[in-house]
């Protein structure tokens, strides 16, 4: 049986190159699962990682906005 991807926002920095900009990401997992989501989502060769973050209240509020399903990810913002 898999494991539940929670209900759980988790924001992950992704980068194509060493050097070049960021994407910045939002998965709908628990951080040991979010990274794997948003790899899945961008091209090979790109890395991520977990940006540690405490969600405020109204953060997460916007987040509930955004519609994910738990396992969905989109992309926020390019840097």
């Known amino acids: 049986m898999g494991e539940s991807f929670g209900d759980e926002f988790t924001v992950v920095e992704v980068t194509s190159d060493p050097g070049a900009a960021t994407e910045i990401w939002l998965a709908r997992a628990k951080p040991s699962q979010a990274v794997t989501l948003v ?33 969905e990810v989109c992309k926020l913002s390019s840097e």
């Open 39 to 71: 790899l899945a989502a961008v091209p090979e060769g790109w890395t991520a990682q977990v940006l540690p973050a405490v969600l405020s209240e109204k953060q997460q509020e916007t987040f509930e906005e955004v519609n994910l399903e738990p396992g």
